[in-house]
């Protein structure tokens, strides 16, 4: 029998048992306070646990539209600040904008968005739509969604950070297949952030995209993390192992985005959530210690079993 995530959860494999037992009864190295990485070259610093959104969508029903706003509620108050949403994600851009404002939490996140146009005044037009739409006087940070468009968009974004309308700036890719001309661009433009997909089920970054970003101090957001769902297909009839609690994880969720995060050279990771059973387990993520060398060398090799 397959097991859906929803069901493992519910088992009691979920981060809202592994933030009840407390430092004491699990050993969990500042089991309260969350993990965060600095944005490099700064000294602000980030959760390791974002939240993605391209399925956030408005005019859904009532419980959807209440599924959407308790998880984000959720999100907050385990500590997420880190949200990545892009105007081609739908009505992702409105939906937030709208939760955000009713919740009253207009300065609780770390948001960050997309330009998607080829020409100079049409990026800027897009640009201050999700302004508009986030409403936001400014963005934290502002991409190039999937490398378009790239060398004109970031000539407009050095205006715009320079004007205070965005903090930081950065590209994107979910390909790899792109990681050639991600590369390039990191090499030749001034560049803050990138966003790269990376998981246990694909570690194309790691030849040279996170080195890179390292050598460079480019923060990186690792997108796709949990690779589509097929890490959790592939593990659905496998017990997590018991040594699993030596990085205090306790549900393969945690597991998978553990071993993103450990990687020196990512900042944060942004798995997509849009129920609160999701948010708790995946911000369970963002508590203890994470895997050392010799657990991701374990970690590496029991995916490369399945």
């Known amino acids: 029998m397959k097991l859906t995530r929803r069901q493992i959860i519910a088992a009691g494999a979920g981060a809202g048992t592994y933030l009840s037992l407390g430092a004491a009864t699990s050993g969990l190295a500042s089991v309260n306070e969350p993990i965060t990485k600095a944005i490099p070259g700064t000294n602000e610093r980030l959760p390791v646990i974002g939240i993605g959104t391209n399925r956030w969508v408005t005019g859904g029903n009532p419980d959807e539209k209440a599924a959407l706003r308790n998880t984000l509620k959720t999100f907050q108050r385990m500590g997420g600040r880190v949200i990545d949403t892009a105007p081609a994600y739908?009505?992702?851009?409105?939906?937030?904008?709208?939760?955000?404002?009713?919740?009253?939490?207009?300065?609780?996140?770390?948001?960050?968005t997309k330009v998607d146009r080829e020409e100079k005044r049409a990026g800027i037009e897009r640009m201050q739509d999700s302004l508009t739409k986030l409403n936001r006087a400014s963005m934290d940070l502002m991409q190039v969604h999937n490398l378009r468009g790239a060398q004109v968009q970031l000539e407009n974004m050095v205006e715009w950070r320079a004007s205070g309308r965005i903090r930081y700036l950065g590209i994107t890719t979910s390909r790899?297949?792109?990681?050639?001309?991600?590369?390039?661009?990191?090499?030749?433009?001034?560049?803050?952030?990138?966003?790269?997909?990376?998981?246990?089920?694909?570690?194309?970054?790691?030849?040279?995209?996170?080195?890179?970003?390292?050598?460079k101090g480019i923060a990186v957001l690792a997108n796709i993390p949990l690779a589509r769902g097929r890490l959790f297909r592939a593990t659905a009839n496998i017990k997590l192992p018991g040594w699993a609690t030596e990085f205090d994880c306790r549900s393969w969720g945690q597991f998978f985005l553990k071993y993103v995060v450990s990687q020196s050279g990512v900042t944060c990771t942004i798995p997509g959530m849009t129920r609160v059973a999701h948010a708790?387990?995946?911000?369970?993520?963002?508590?203890?210690?994470?895997?050392?060398?010799?657990l991701r060398k374990r970690q590496e090799q029991l995916i490369a079993n399945l």
């Open 176 to 215: 790899n297949d792109q990681h050639a001309e991600l590369e390039a661009l990191m090499n030749e433009l001034p560049i803050d952030f990138i966003q790269v997909n990376y998981s246990l089920a694909e570690r194309a970054a790691e030849e040279r995209i996170l080195p890179l970003a390292e050598e």
């Open 90 to 112: 739908r009505t992702s851009e409105q939906a937030l904008g709208q939760l955000i404002a009713e919740l009253k939490f207009d300065d609780a996140f770390f948001l960050a």
């Open 280 to 294: 708790e387990d995946n911000m369970g993520a963002n508590f203890g210690r994470l895997p050392d060398a010799d």
